[in-house]
Structures are given as structure tokens and as C-alpha cells.
């Protein structure tokens, strides 16, 4: 067997991400991409070795590699550019997949023409020599299998990374990605975009894979240190590559975020520690009705209590106090301020032309700025803060009727208070204070 078995060690590290991908990762958005280009890579890395060891032929091996290495870099390419920006790729993405397509049915039909024992005879000549282009001594059948499996592989191969290489200066140019991110992640606590590091990883990798491609099988047998080496580093890569994977839904990470991938990696003595930095973390995620909600059942959560403990965020701050202090005379400031500060929610049947009318504006404007604003449109933030004030009241009003309630929070009605109360709160009204 002339075929290195180091290589097989990326393999494994691929098997193991995609393993942990598929439990704890199924549900990024580039989670196919990433299973994809980890399953080119296992059998581009590896493939060539286990194929040969199962059925004791190097040509097989060598028509795995053939048909999977040129896809890293498609796939390479449509992860980056998934973690960039919203996409769904389409046939057209798959254009390049052309080239592996290709290579494997020339490289089937030659085989079928030479012979499987034949062509591992010529395997064993390809690999004993190292050269560009075949000699004399390969004639009819065998120079043709030379220049498809051997120079136009190594020739799309160098086209393809010509072109991902290109597509990440652009990347670095657009994004302003520089080496003082690295320093400032590595050393300073400071976040770096997840693009950034996969895109470095993924072109040392790359780099890997044409030391591999381009050393013949002689200098792995003579130099089996450098071997070693090599599969080591290229599996350090590997490694790391698939646990930065796991934050493909963030744009930026720090080193804190990396050391808590896993949300109960804590201890007896930190856990209040660590649960309040990961909340915090998901909050930034959260906007709108996703954090009242949130914030509602947090509210609840003790059965026992008569009220709230002291300081627990109401659903409005929630919605309000999720956005930085805007400054006096801002649009924004004075929206908020006629909203928390007037109660001009608790008018029934009040319209965004009404709000328009008050704020000097017009009510297109007034509901761009609270969709870009507060991540919800003008009625559901009329609805959180009437909800809002519904606990509120039913605090101070115990015995209140729900038809009063609804009144005093601005609601034209019990049957949309109690709907809408339940959809913001998870609660009824009468359960929600039931439980309090």
C-alpha cells in the first residue's frame, strides 16, 4: 500500500463535528453548508486511504479524492457566503460543481477502458515519479488518465482557489477584516466577526490540502516526520474550524463566548455567575415580543410570590428599555415619552394617524421608525403596554372584573384583552393572576 494513512486523522475530526453538528447545531443557517463541505473534506482528506484499505485498490481511492476534493471550495465559498448575509443558494450556486462531476466520470470511464489492475499498475508508476506533465512512457489509454486524474485535477484545483481567493480579499476589503482582530480576540478580550475566522481557517486548511495534493507519495514515505506534522497541523485546523462552526447564527464572538459554547459548562460556585452572562448574551438576540414574553414568564416563575421581586423589568421597560437612551427632541425620545409618560396607549381605539397627529409627522414615517426601532409594528406595541398595564392594575385590583380591566388598559373588549393577553404572556388573564 503506497498511500499514507496519516491523512485518515483529518477524516476523523470531520466524522467528529459532523457528529456533533447533527445533535447540537441542526438548526443554523448554514447548517447544510457546513455538513457538505465537511463531508468533501472527510473523503478528500481520508478518503483515498479507507477506499484502498476496504478494497485493496488504490484506483478507487484515487476516484474518491477526484470526485471530492474540488468540491471543498464550492462548498467553501457558499458558506462564507451564508455567514455574510441572508441567502438561499440556488441551481445557478451549483455551477461549480460541474468540475467534480466531470473529473469523476472521466475518470470511471478510463478506468472502465484500462482495468482496475491495470490502472493500479499505473498508479504505482504515477506515484513513484514526480512530474508535471507524462512522458513518453505513458502511451494511448494511460496518458490520457495522466492529464485528466492528475494535471486537470491539479489545474481546477488551482483555478478554484484562484477564484475563493480572490472572493476573500474582496471579503476583507468590504468587511475591513485585519490582523489586529486576531491580536484583539486572542489577547485582549475583544470580539472578531465569525466570517473572519472561518475564512482564515478555511484558506490554512486549503493550503494543507495542496501540500497534500502536490507532494507525491515518495516524499511522505521518505519524510514520514513532515508527514506527520502536516496531518496534525491540517487537523488542529480542522478541529477548530468546526467549533467556531457552532456560532453561525452570531456575526461576533469573544473568547467568553467561546468558553461558554456549551451553556452548563459551570460550577456550584459560578453558576449565578455564568447563567446571568449567557442570559444577557440571548437577550441582544431578543427584540420586541420575544422579550416581554421572555420577561413575563420570568416574572411568574416563582408560584409562591405575592408580587414580582423587587426590580423585575415590566413588559414595557422590556420593549423600551431593550434600546439605548435616545436624546431629548428625537422622534423616538418623544414617541416614547407620549406614550410612557402621557399613557396616550390607554385611549381605545387610538391610530397611528392619532400619534402622527401629536408628534407633528405622518404615520408612514411613525411606523418605519417603530418597526426599525422596536422590531414590531405600532399595534403590538400599543398591545404590550396595555398588557403591561392590565398586570398592573390587577395587582391594585384584585377583585376587578375583566370587562373593567380590559376598559382601564384600553382594550375595546374581553374577548381581545383575554386573547391578546394570553398571546403576549403565555397566561390568561385569570390564570396569570391566579398564579400570582
Avoid at 263 to 270: D, Q, T, V
Wanted: glycine letters at 6%; one cysteine or more; a neutral charge.
Amino acid at each position: 500500500m503506497s498511500l499514507t494513512p496519516y491523512f485518515v486523522i483529518c477524516g476523523l475530526v470531520c466524522a467528529f463535528w459532523m457528529l456533533v453538528h447533527s445533535f447540537l447545531a441542526s438548526r443554523l443557517d448554514a447548517y447544510n453548508l457546513f455538513m457538505a463541505l465537511m463531508c468533501s473534506v472527510f473523503f478528500a482528506a481520508g478518503g483515498d486511504v479507507l477506499m484502498a484499505s476496504i478494497t485493496q485498490s488504490e484506483t478507487l481511492g484515487h476516484l474518491v479524492v477526484l470526485s471530492c476534493a474540488p468540491s471543498i471550495i464550492p462548498f467553501t465559498w457558499l458558506y462564507f457566503v451564508k455567514l455574510e448575509r441572508p441567502f438561499k443558494p440556488g441551481p445557478i450556486d451549483f455551477i461549480w460543481l460541474v468540475f467534480p462531476i466531470a473529473l469523476a466520470t472521466a475518470g470511471i470511464t478510463l478506468v472502465s477502458l484500462n482495468g482496475l489492475s491495470a490502472t493500479d499498475m499505473l498508479l504505482e508508476r504515477i506515484h513513484s515519479r514526480i512530474m508535471l506533465f507524462p512522458d513518453a512512457s505513458y502511451v494511448g489509454s494511460e496518458k490520457t488518465f495522466y492529464i485528466w486524474t492528475v494535471v486537470v485535477f491539479r489545474a481546477v484545483l488551482v483555478f478554484e482557489s484562484i477564484v475563493l481567493v480572490l472572493y476573500c480579499l474582496n471579503l476583507i476589503r468590504k468587511k475591513h477584516f485585519k490582523f489586529s482582530d486576531w491580536v484583539g480576540f486572542l489577547f485582549k478580550g475583544h470580539k472578531i466577526r465569525v466570517l473572519e475566522i472561518q475564512m482564515t481557517l478555511s484558506l490554512l486548511v486549503l493550503l494543507g490540502f495542496f501540500v497534500k495534493v502536490f507532494l507525491h507519495i515518495p516524499f511522505y514515505r521518505i519524510h514520514p516526520v513532515a508527514t506527520v506534522l502536516l496531518v496534525l497541523v491540517m487537523s488542529a485546523i480542522l478541529f477548530f474550524f468546526g467549533l467556531f462552526a457552532l456560532f453561525g447564527s452570531k456575526e461576533s464572538i469573544s473568547m467568553d463566548d467561546v468558553r461558554s459554547a456549551l451553556r452548563f459548562n459551570y460550577s456550584r460556585e459560578n453558576q449565578s455567575r455564568v447563567s446571568e452572562e449567557v442570559v444577557m448574551d440571548m437577550v441582544d438576540n431578543l427584540q420586541g415580543q420575544s422579550l416581554t414574553h421572555v420577561i413575563s414568564h420570568m416574572v411568574m416563575q416563582n408560584e409562591g410570590e405575592e408580587k414580582p421581586a423587587a426590580g423585575s423589568p415590566s413588559l414595557t421597560s422590556a420593549l423600551f428599555g431593550n434600546n439605548q437612551s435616545w436624546d431629548e427632541g428625537t422622534l423616538v425620545y418623544r414617541f416614547q415619552h407620549l406614550m410612557q409618560d402621557e399613557l396616550l396607549f390607554l385611549r381605545q381605539g387610538l391610530t397611528l394617524q392619532d400619534v402622527a397627529e401629536r408628534l407633528d409627522s405622518n404615520k408612514t414615517y411613525i411606523s418605519k421608525m417603530v418597526n426599525q426601532t422596536y422590531g414590531i409594528g405600532f399595534p403590538e406595541v400599543l398591545n404590550i403596554m396595555r398588557v403591561d398595564y392590565a398586570q398592573q392594575y390587577m395587582n391594585t385590583h384584585a377583585e376587578a372584573a375583566q370587562e373593567d380591566i380590559a376598559k382601564a388598559s384600553g382594550f375595546q373588549s374581553a374577548s381581545s384583552f383575554n386573547s391578546t393577553f394570553k398571546r403576549i404572556t403565555g397566561y390568561t388573564p385569570k390564570v396569570w393572576a391566579s398564579r400570582k
